[in-house]
């Protein structure tokens, strides 16, 4: 994506010279961790590394946020008017996140109220969204992936309501930059990103993004 906001990462895959002929989607992701040892971010970066070659990642930061309080609505601080440029700018919103006390991690909770603010600028109207998430437990995040559907149902995004994906993560299983070990989990997310891609292109084909088209 380019012009991305300071602070702003964005993740090319794919030969450059290929993609340059061929349509792409920009893909905003928020991962739902603070930790420096996050196993939601290292989920992220192998989702990243199994997505099609035609969709680029920015990751949307959430760390560097104030709490959201509707006294700011009449005048956002620079770092909620970048996170709403990036999602503007964006043609879809992968959440990859733990789950906290069976629900959404704060820091999360609030960049998503920042970014559905101020009333009748919902970032997320009509965004096609899909939701992820890793823990060791056997669980999977199923609790806080629950919340973060309501929470996006509030907000009109248009989400990919299958495959589910509840992973248990393992240091067996995954590498520190994002490598999967195992086969099955390698194909299931493979498959996830693959049905993710086709998800965003059927949703933007009858609601498209008036910011943003492919290509």
């Known amino acids: 994506m380019s012009g991305a906001s300071p602070g702003y990462h964005t993740t090319h895959l794919g030969n450059p010279h290929e993609r340059a002929t061929m349509a792409t989607y920009n893909v905003g992701y928020f991962v739902g961790s603070l930790s420096s040892a996050s196993i939601n971010r290292v989920l992220s970066k192998a989702l990243i590394r199994l997505a099609p070659d035609d969709l680029e990642f920015t990751e949307l930061p959430v760390g560097n ?8 609505d009449a005048d956002f601080p620079p770092e909620a008017r970048a996170l709403k440029e990036a999602i503007s700018a964006s043609d879809a919103i992968l959440i990859v996140s733990p789950e906290y006390n069976r629900s959404i991690p704060g820091a999360l909770k609030n960049a998503l109220d920042w970014a559905s603010r ?9 965004m096609p969204a899909a939701v992820i998430g890793a823990s ?4 999977g995040t199923a609790m806080a992936q629950q919340s973060l559907r309501g929470v996006l149902s509030f907000c009109n995004a248009r989400q990919m309501t299958t495959p589910e994906a509840y992973i248990q993560y393992s240091p067996e299983v995954f590498t520190d930059d994002g490598e999967i070990r195992n086969e099955s989990t390698r194909d299931f997310l493979s498959n996830y990103m693959e049905e993710f891609r086709t998800y965003i292109e059927r949703v933007l084909t009858v609601i498209p993004r008036p910011q943003s088209s492919p290509g």
């Not at 946020?65 to 700011?72: A, M, T, V």
């Not at 101020?118 to 009509?126: A, Y």
């Not at 060791?136 to 669980?139: A, T």
């Open 65 to 72: 946020l104030p709490l959201y309080s509707p006294d700011y």
């Open 118 to 126: 101020p009333w009748g600028q919902n970032s997320f109207d009509n």
């Open 136 to 139: 060791i437990g056997q669980i």
